[in-house]
């Protein structure tokens, strides 16, 4: 079942103005700057409910094709390493599972997991900064540097940081692969999910309402709202429900495919109803970056 068909539900979305509702120039988010914000607003949109799909029968069988027609795409995957996260062996047979999953999902040459992060919706968790990667992490245990959700809707990154990190994570310019993508796969470390679900909005939803903004990392998107965006999010996931967002493709569209998905935390409306009350927590996730690439000779 596609997003647009599930009965949709209410949730409020932060999106940042777009360039015609500023009175100054935009050119000025370019560059990084933490004390410069993007002007941004809180809105109440209609956010669709993912749970039908999933129970309907979306499989990792189907994920390659979602990831291609939409940009990012649900599953039911439990993980065999969830549980060793907290400490540096477990992180890395967790990334381990989760590069193999994705190389199994896409049929590529291999994947390398770049980096992974853990977030949680509470006071007091404030947004750590973060050295630029140049290598993929290794050593790193992602709860020990908890960051605060992502409440901006966005694009992790545009397609120059794109390819720069796909040099890095592989060793070789991006140009040197028959193709290669960045994927995050997401999932929280507890559940169900009852504040700050994952929203996302399909590539070819989100039309021209984008814009650039500099990073401490390099460049992402911003996405600004329009009437008719279909966002959607899967009710009160658990962690055996898994998300895979597209963030980069050095395809480009050659291939129809989308490019990436749009995603952000939300605030569902009265998301919490039907829980019993121990359960309602704040939320805790963590998603993995992970870069898969296709060798010439497998083109």
Same mark, same amino acid.
């Given at each position: 079942? =596609?997003?647009?068909?599930?009965? /949709?539900?209410?949730?409020?979305?932060?999106?940042?103005?777009?360039?015609?509702?500023?009175?100054?120039?935009?050119?000025?988010?370019?560059?990084?700057?933490?004390?410069?914000?993007?002007?941004?607003?809180?809105?109440?949109? /209609?956010?669709?409910?993912?749970?039908?799909?999933?129970?309907?029968?979306?499989?990792?069988?189907?994920?390659?094709?979602?990831?291609?027609?939409? @940009? &990012?795409?649900?599953?039911?995957?439990?993980?065999?390493? #969830?549980?060793? +996260?907290?400490?540096?062996?477990?992180?890395?047979?967790?990334?381990?599972?989760?590069?193999?999953?994705? $190389?199994?999902?896409?049929?590529?040459?291999?994947? +390398?997991? !770049?980096?992974?992060?853990?977030?949680?919706?509470?006071?007091?968790?404030?947004? $750590?900064?973060?050295?630029?990667?140049?290598?993929?992490? $290794? @050593?790193?245990?992602?709860?020990?540097?908890?960051?605060?959700?992502?409440?901006?809707?966005?694009?992790?990154?545009?397609?120059? !940081?794109?390819?720069?990190?796909?040099? $890095?994570?592989?060793?070789?310019?991006?140009?040197?692969?028959?193709?290669?993508?960045?994927?995050?796969? !997401?999932?929280?470390?507890?559940?169900?999910?009852?504040?700050?679900?994952?929203?996302? #909005?399909?590539?070819?939803?989100?039309? =021209?309402?984008?814009?650039?903004?500099? =990073?401490? &990392?390099?460049?992402?998107?911003?996405?600004?709202?329009?009437?008719?965006? @279909?966002?959607?999010?899967?009710?009160?996931?658990?962690?055996?429900?898994?998300?895979? #967002?597209?963030?980069?493709?050095?395809?480009?569209?050659?291939?129809?495919?989308? #490019?990436?998905?749009?995603?952000?935390?939300?605030?569902?409306?009265?998301?919490?109803?039907?829980?019993?009350?121990?359960?309602?927590?704040?939320?805790?996730?963590?998603?993995?970056?992970?870069?898969?690439?296709?060798?010439?000779?497998?083109?």
């Amino acid at each position: 079942m =596609s997003p647009a068909a599930a009965a /949709p539900l209410t949730a409020t979305i932060e999106f940042t103005l777009p360039a015609t509702r500023l009175d100054h120039d935009p050119a000025v988010y370019l560059t990084y700057d933490p004390a410069v914000q993007r002007p941004s607003e809180a809105l109440r949109v /209609p956010v669709a409910n993912l749970r039908d799909e999933l129970e309907a029968g979306a499989s990792l069988a189907t994920v390659a094709q979602q990831l291609s027609a939409r @940009g &990012f795409a649900v599953a039911t995957h439990a993980s065999s390493h #969830l549980g060793g +996260i907290p400490s540096v062996e477990g992180t890395q047979a967790y990334l381990d599972e989760t590069a193999a999953l994705l $190389k199994d999902i896409l049929g590529c040459s291999r994947v +390398i997991a !770049w980096n992974s992060v853990c977030r949680k919706n509470a006071p007091g968790v404030a947004a $750590k900064d973060v050295p630029r990667q140049q290598a993929p992490e $290794k @050593g790193f245990v992602p709860s020990e540097r908890q960051q605060p959700v992502a409440s901006i809707a966005h694009v992790d990154q545009d397609e120059v !940081w794109g390819a720069e990190l796909v040099a $890095k994570a592989a060793g070789s310019p991006a140009h040197t692969f028959a193709r290669a993508q960045i994927v995050n796969l !997401w999932r929280p470390l507890s559940g169900p999910v009852t504040n700050a679900p994952l929203a996302m #909005l399909s590539y070819h939803d989100i039309q =021209s309402d984008i814009s650039k903004h500099g =990073s401490q &990392f390099g460049v992402g998107m911003d996405i600004h709202h329009r009437t008719g965006q @279909g966002w959607a999010y899967i009710r009160h996931q658990m962690p055996d429900e898994v998300v895979f #967002l597209k963030c980069f493709d050095t395809a480009q569209g050659a291939d129809g495919s989308a #490019l990436y998905c749009g995603h952000v935390a939300v605030k569902v409306d009265n998301d919490a109803d039907g829980i019993a009350p121990e359960l309602v927590v704040p939320r805790e996730s963590i998603e993995v970056r992970l870069v898969a690439l296709w060798d010439k000779e497998e083109a």
